[in-house]
């Protein structure tokens, strides 16, 4: 049996049970009756340093307020100069400029993203260079990863970008700037009481144990991302470069992250042959031909002019059965046999795979790539 029922029906069936709804009953205060009317407090109450900013002017905030970065030019143009994605809101490009040592918060200093663009820009880089250049020395590959990625290098970068520096960290200063608080002009920037360490302390496969990528921290600054009251400019760039390259890859993605390295790090130049630094070369080619099957190699003189002049040139090659290995000028015949071996070695160490495919390009399956296996070299000449 079908029961019909209509609208007006089921309307007045729920009025019916639906409690009556009062008015909610308001309070007016005796201060309001003065003239006195109440006013709710301005900007987003949901905000943890909100309360702060009402209550404490600029100038006793340790850094700007984040509600000030909407409204930054220098911030608009670093975001427009540097191409960044939509997605990459000004806040977060306004803390990745503030260093720790100027707002010891962490929820507005860019300790946490440094820390994440480090271990990113360390891996990105380790990869390219290991898939392209299979056979760098140990030595020659920490010294090529602190050329593109090292403290130097990101302070140039961080000038190159025209991010300038604050005179002094504050809450009145202009989102935008670098800051932090720079060491006192004359003062040491390392510990004038502690021991003196010396290069032979550690070899490179402490280096490789303890993964540090530069074995002398005498020249080497220290880590940004510890908690010091002063630092060094240099420093400071190395917190803000590593901190925008975390921000890119939270808030962009991992193709962006990539995309961002490459276009900023990778593209730069840099000449590995002058990295080189053999003590013997003559001796480690001699046993890298024994290592991989060659025949010893032979110095012979290609083309000489004036042997009896103050400055002779003789060009010498170095031959492995019929085939040069090497080929250099020198003002003498032994200058010239060194000069000639030390280039076959770079050749050899400086080879480069035709076709080379990253890890980082095929994780995920999105790029449609196939994974292609990698050349590996049995590892560098052990002297």
């Known amino acids: 049996m079908r029961v019909r029922t209509s609208l007006s029906a089921l309307t007045f069936q729920a009025m019916a049970t639906m409690p009556a709804m009062r008015a909610p009953a308001t309070m007016v205060l005796a201060f309001q009756f003065a003239g006195w009317l109440y006013q709710p407090p301005a900007g987003d109450q949901t905000s943890p340093r909100s309360n702060e900013q009402i209550t404490r002017p600029l100038e006793e905030l340790p850094s700007p307020p984040v509600s000030s970065s909407l409204s930054a030019p220098r911030l608009a143009a670093l975001h427009a100069r540097l191409t960044l994605s939509p997605r990459l809101p000004l806040q977060t490009l306004h803390r990745t ?49 602190d050329a593109y990625i090292g403290p130097r290098a990101l302070s140039v970068i961080t000038r190159e970008w025209g991010v300038d520096k604050a005179a002094e960290p504050g809450g009145e200063v202009a989102p935008g700037l670098l800051q932090f608080r720079a060491i006192p002009a004359g003062a040491p920037l390392t510990d004038p009481d502690a021991p003196k360490e010396k290069i032979w302390n550690r070899g490179v496969s402490s280096r490789i144990a303890s993964d540090d990528s530069n074995p002398r921290r005498s020249i080497r600054t220290e880590d940004p991302s510890e908690n010091k009251d002063e630092v060094s400019y240099e420093q400071a760039c190395t917190s803000f470069v590593r901190a925008l390259v975390g921000a890119v890859h939270l808030h962009c993605g991992r193709n962006a992250s990539l995309a961002f390295h490459r276009d900023h790090f990778l593209s730069r130049h840099l000449d590995f042959a002058k990295l080189f630094d053999f003590d013997d070369p003559a001796r480690d080619l001699s046993r890298l031909c024994a290592r991989e099957g060659f025949e010893p190699p032979i110095a012979r003189l290609i083309s000489e002019t004036g042997r009896l002049s103050r400055h002779p040139v003789f ?25 000639a071996a030390a280039q076959a070695l770079k050749a050899w160490y400086l080879y480069s795979p035709p076709e080379v495919t990253k890890p980082s390009s095929v994780e995920g399956g999105e790029t449609g790539k196939k994974w292609i296996p990698n050349y590996v070299d049995c590892g560098e000449v052990v002297a």
Do not use: W
């Open 315 to 339: 060009v010498v090659g170095v031959y492995s059965g019929r085939d040069k290995l090497g080929e250099a000028a020198g003002a003498s015949l032994n200058e010239g046999r060194v000069r």
């Open 97 to 145: 400029l503030i260093h720790p040592t100027a707002d010891p918060d962490p929820r507005f200093n860019n300790a946490s993203l440094a820390l994440l663009g480090g271990e990113l820009l360390g891996y990105h880089t380790a990869e390219h260079l290991i898939c392209h250049y299979p056979r760098l020395p140990m030595s020659v590959f920490f010294a090529a990863q």
